[in-house]
C-alpha cells in the first residue's frame, strides 16, 4: 500500500475535477487527481459533443426535407446512415483527443488511477493500492444514466444515451422513454435521420420547461413532427425471442394497452449523481434526503468540512457550464481551505437543442410561483406570427419573459421558437446585468430580426408592470405535469 500526501485530492478527471485539479495548481499547491474510468470527460465522450453532432446531421436532412416549401427541390432525400455514425465518431473522437493532449501535458505525478472511497474526512483509498491523504478533497464524480434494473434485464438492446454514440449504422426503429433534453433531442435527431422513432413520457413534461403556456405551446408544437405517446406508462420491456429487438409493453392514458417492436430501447429518463460508492459515511459530511452531500452553492463546501463538490455529483444543474464553474469554485476553495470565499454563479440557462430549441434563463415560472407569488408578471410572443420567423419557415413557438412589480427588474423567461440559444443568451445576459424591462426596451433592435420578437414580450411585459399587481393569489396555473 503506497501513501500519497497532498494538498488537495480531487475525485473524477472530467470537466468539474479538471477545472478545480487546474485551480488548485494555479494556486500553487500540489494536486492530485484521481480517475477509474477512460479520461476524456462526459462532455466529450458521450455527452454535449456527440449528440450536437448528431443533431446536425438530422438538420442537414430537415433542411433537405423542409426546402420544397420555399420551391428548393433538392431530389429524393437519401441518408447513408454508416456515414451520419462514422461523422458522429470521427469529431467526436477529435474533441476527446484534445482533452486527451491536455491530460498528457499533466505531471504524470498528479494522476492516480483508480477508484477513490473515503476512509476518512480527508483520506481516501484508491483500488485498495494507494492511501491519498489531503487536506481538501474535491468529489467531482459525475453522473450515470438511469436504467431501471427490471428493463437492463431485456439485454443489450436497452440501452442509454451512452451507446447511441457508438453505434456503426441507424438503426431501423427505435423506442426513446423519457421526454426529458436527452430524449428530445436524440428523439428528434433519429426521426429525421429516417429512424422510426415513438417518444414515451409518462407525464406531460417537455425538456426543461416549467411555465404551463410553453408546456402546451412546446407539445403542440413537437407532436406535429414527432410519435410523442404522452401520459404512456412502460409496463414491460423484453428481448424478442430472435435476439434481434425488443418489445414494449405500454399502457396509454386511455388505459388500452399496446405492444410494440423496435430495434433499440433508450432510456432517458435522466441521470444519477456518481455518489453512492464513495463511503461517504466516512466522510462526516451531511446527506439529503437522495444521499447528496448538503453543500453551499456559493462556496461548493459540504458544511463545515474539508470536502467540496462539484458538477453533475452535486445533482443541481447538471450542466457542461456549470460543472466547469463549480470546478473552479469547488478547486480555489479546497487550495484556500479554510480560508473560503463565495465564487461567481451565473445566471442560470438551459438549452435543448432540439428543434425550435427550449431555453430557459434566470428565475423559471415555477420558481417565481414560489418566491413572487403576486409580484410578477408576465409578457409573451407567439411566433407563429411573428416576421423574419415566418420568412424562414420558423415560426413556431412561444415566449414567456418574467419581470418584477414595483423594481421592474427583468427575472427570467421560458420559451421554445426559433434560434432560441441565441435570445436565451441575450436575454440571460439581460438578467445577470440585472437590467430593467424598461432599460431592456431602450436597446437597438434591427429589423428585421426575431428579437423583434424579443421585443414584442417586453412591451406586453412593461405594460402589465406599469398597472398596479393584482391582489396575491395563488398561481392557478403552476402544475405542469410530472
Ligand atoms: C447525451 C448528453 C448530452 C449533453 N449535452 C449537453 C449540452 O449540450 N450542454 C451542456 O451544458 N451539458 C450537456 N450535457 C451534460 C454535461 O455533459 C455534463 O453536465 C458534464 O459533462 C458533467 O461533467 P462532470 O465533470 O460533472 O462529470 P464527468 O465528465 O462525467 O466526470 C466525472 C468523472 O469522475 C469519474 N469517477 C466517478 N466516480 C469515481 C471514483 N469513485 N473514483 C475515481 N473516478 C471517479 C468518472 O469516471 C468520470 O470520468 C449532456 C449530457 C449528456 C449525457
Ligand atoms: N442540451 C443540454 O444542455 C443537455 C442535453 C442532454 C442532457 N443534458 C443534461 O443531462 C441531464 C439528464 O437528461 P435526461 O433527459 O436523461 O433527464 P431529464 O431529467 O431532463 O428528463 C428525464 C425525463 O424522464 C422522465 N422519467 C423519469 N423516470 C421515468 C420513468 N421511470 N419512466 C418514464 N419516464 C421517466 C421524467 O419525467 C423526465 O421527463 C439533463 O438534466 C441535462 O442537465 C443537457
Known amino acids: 500500500m503506497k501513501t500519497i500526501t497532498c494538498d488537495v485530492a480531487v475525485i473524477g478527471a472530467g470537466t468539474a475535477g479538471l477545472s478545480a485539479y487546474r485551480q488548485a495548481r494555479a494556486a500553487g499547491k500540489h494536486a492530485v487527481l484521481i480517475e477509474d474510468g477512460p479520461y476524456g470527460t462526459t462532455c466529450a465522450r458521450v455527452g454535449c459533443m456527440p449528440s450536437k453532432l448528431l443533431i446536425a446531421a438530422a438538420e442537414a436532412a430537415h433542411a433537405v426535407a423542409a426546402a420544397p ?29 484534445f482533452v486527451l493532449e491536455n491530460m498528457a501535458q499533466l505531471p504524470a505525478a498528479d494522476l492516480l488511477r483508480g477508484r477513490a472511497r473515503f476512509s476518512g474526512p480527508r483520506t481516501l483509498l484508491v483500488d485498495g493500492h494507494t492511501t491519498v491523504e489531503a487536506n481538501a478533497i474535491v468529489l467531482a464524480t459525475g453522473s450515470r444514466p438511469i436504467v431501471p434494473a427490471a428493463w437492463r434485464a431485456a439485454g443489450a438492446r436497452v440501452l442509454s444515451s451512452d451507446a447511441v454514440f457508438e453505434w456503426t449504422d441507424l438503426p431501423a426503429a427505435v423506442a426513446v422513454v423519457g421526454s426529458g433534453v436527452i430524449g428530445l433531442e436524440l428523439g428528434q435527431a433519429l426521426h429525421r435521420l429516417g429512424v422510426r422513432v415513438a417518444l414515451y413520457a409518462r407525464g406531460d413534461s417537455v425538456a426543461q420547461l416549467g411555465d404551463p403556456l410553453v408546456l402546451a405551446a412546446a407539445r403542440a408544437v413537437l407532436a406535429e413532427e414527432l410519435d410523442l405517446r404522452f401520459h404512456t406508462q412502460v409496463a414491460a420491456i423484453e428481448a424478442t425471442a430472435e435476439g434481434d429487438g425488443v418489445l414494449l409493453r405500454s399502457q396509454g392514458p386511455d388505459g388500452a394497452a399496446r405492444s410494440e417492436r423496435y430495434d433499440y430501447v433508450l432510456a432517458a429518463i435522466g441521470r444519477a449523481p456518481n455518489i453512492e ?123 414567456r419573459v418574467y419581470g418584477e412589480y414595483g423594481s421592474g427588474r427583468f427575472l427570467g423567461a421560458e420559451l421554445i421558437g426559433p434560434r432560441a440559444e441565441h435570445l436565451g443568451h441575450l436575454l440571460a445576459w439581460a438578467c445577470q446585468a440585472g437590467l430593467t424591462v424598461r432599460a431592456m426596451l431602450d436597446m437597438p433592435f434591427y429589423h428585421p430580426v426575431i428579437e423583434e420578437g424579443v421585443r414584442t414580450a417586453l412591451r406586453e411585459l412593461a405594460e402589465h408592470l406599469a398597472t398596479t399587481p393584482p391582489p396575491a393569489q395563488p398561481c392557478p396555473d403552476c402544475t405542469p405535469g410530472t
Do not use: W
Open 277 to 399: 460508492d464513495l463511503n461517504l459515511a466516512a466522510a462526516g459530511i451531511a446527506l439529503d434526503g437522495d444521499g447528496v452531500p448538503v453543500y453551499d452553492r456559493h462556496t461548493m463546501q459540504c458544511g463545515n468540512s474539508a470536502i467540496f463538490i462539484a458538477g453533475d455529483a452535486s445533482d443541481e444543474l447538471p450542466l457542461l457550464g456549470e460543472a466547469a464553474d463549480q470546478g473552479k469554485i469547488a478547486g480555489r476553495n479546497a487550495a484556500a481551505f479554510p480560508a473560503v470565499a463565495p465564487g461567481l454563479r451565473r445566471t442560470p440557462l438551459t438549452i435543448a437543442f432540439s428543434e425550435p430549441q427550449i431555453v430557459t434563463l434566470g428565475a423559471g415560472y415555477e420558481a417565481l410561483c414560489r418566491s413572487h407569488e403576486g409580484r410578477f408578471a408576465a409578457g409573451k410572443v407567439d411566433f407563429g406570427d411573428q416576421g423574419r420567423s415566418r420568412v424562414m419557415l420558423q415560426n413556431k413557438g412561444l415566449l
Open 69 to 97: 416549401a420555399f420551391g428548393v427541390h433538392p431530389g429524393p432525400l437519401r441518408i447513408d446512415g454508416a456515414a451520419v455514425m462514422a461523422r458522429v465518431r470521427r469529431e467526436r473522437d477529435r474533441f476527446v483527443g
